[in-house]
């Protein structure tokens, strides 16, 4: 028996990328698969004249897996909404909520423009709480019916949402704010039956291909092929997993636990108000009693 045998699947920005590779390991691990991609260029504009939704679904269906397009802007309210109803209303249910699409518009923040910040937070942060949002609503009502829930949330953060990167403060702030909801998620959607986790994918992507990597994958065993982390994310949308708000990072055949803000020692000055030279005193002594941070991917 397959690991999401019959389990109802949404995967957003599923056209290309990571979100293809995790529609099509669904697909082969016997989940029905919504495709979602709006179909846009690599940093939010264009588009194609094909659908690459309708491209992945004949692929799915091309192999025996079953699986049907969707077009919505996941930031879109309504358009998130109706996502969600069309797994309802195609295949029975809605099991597993993958959140994965998003685009780039990478600058330096002393150079960013209020339109390409204001568009990384939309696609990246609203594109995961919209439909999560309309997803638990329909989890919520059948867990108050009565009605078992075994629901999973799967959403994307990045290494530069937990570590920064160089040129990239508008998606390492947003891909952050996405392990923070994740966590919230878990906090608050367990009495429902929901497991919420997040993974940090390193692949080569249209998204990467360029920036981190080259554009072409090396012959033979590519450790950056997204379809490395796709297992991961179908264990986490299945009703195997047992965790719930936990950020993986996963490459190459590999996968560790992220873990979020750890306290440093505490350290008084008793119970007084403390002077300005304590506070630096205090700070110094807390900085040297705590880990080193992981530095900012691209930092001199």
């Known amino acids: 028996m397959a690991s999401c045998d019959g389990r109802v699947v949404i995967v957003t920005g599923a056209g290309r990328g990571l979100g293809r590779a995790h529609a099509l390991e669904f697909a082969a691990e016997g989940a029905h698969v919504i495709v979602n991609d709006l179909g846009v260029g690599r940093e939010g504009d264009g588009g194609t004249p094909e659908s690459p939704a309708e491209e992945v679904v004949a692929e799915i269906k091309a192999l025996g897996g079953t699986a049907v397009a969707n077009g919505a802007d996941v930031a879109d309210w309504e358009q998130a909404g109706a996502m969600i109803q069309q797994a309802v209303d195609t295949y029975g249910r809605l099991d597993t909520l993958v959140c994965n699409a998003g685009f780039l518009r990478d600058r330096m923040l002393a150079s960013m423009s209020e339109d390409e910040w204001d568009l990384i937070m939309r696609v990246h942060l609203k594109g995961h709480f919209a439909p999560a949002r309309h997803a638990i609503a329909y989890w919520r009502d059948m867990a108050k019916a009565g009605t078992p829930v075994d629901a999973r949330v799967v959403n994307t953060s990045s290494g530069a949402g937990l570590n920064g990167s160089i040129g990239q403060g508008n998606y390492a702030t947003a891909?952050?704010?996405?392990?923070?909801?994740?966590?919230?998620?878990?906090?608050?959607?367990?009495?429902?039956?929901?497991?919420?986790?997040?993974?940090?994918?390193?692949?080569?992507?249209?998204?990467?291909?360029?920036?981190?990597?080259?554009?072409?994958?090396?012959?033979?065993?590519?450790?950056?092929?997204?379809?490395?982390?796709?297992?991961?994310?179908?264990?986490?949308?299945?009703?195997?997993?047992?965790?719930?708000?936990?950020?993986?990072?996963?490459?190459?055949?590999?996968?560790?636990?992220?873990?979020?803000?750890?306290?440093?020692?505490?350290?008084?000055?008793?119970?007084?108000?403390?002077?300005?030279?304590?506070?630096?005193?205090?700070?110094?002594?807390?900085?040297?009693?705590?880990?080193?941070?992981?530095?900012?991917?691209?930092?001199?």
């Open 175 to 300: 891909k952050a704010g996405i392990a923070l909801l994740t966590v919230q998620q878990a906090a608050e959607w367990g009495r429902y039956g929901v497991r919420s986790n997040a993974v940090a994918p390193d692949a080569r992507t249209r998204m990467t291909a360029g920036v981190f990597y080259d554009a072409d994958a090396p012959e033979g065993w590519d450790e950056k092929d997204p379809g490395n982390v796709s297992p991961l994310v179908c264990w986490l949308g299945s009703t195997d997993c047992d965790v719930t708000g936990r950020i993986f990072e996963a490459t190459a055949g590999q996968l560790n636990v992220c873990d979020g803000w750890q306290k440093g020692p505490v350290e008084s000055v008793g119970d007084r108000k403390m002077t300005v030279a304590e506070a630096r005193d205090l700070a110094h002594s807390s900085i040297a009693g705590a880990p080193e941070p992981a530095p900012v991917y691209g930092a001199s």
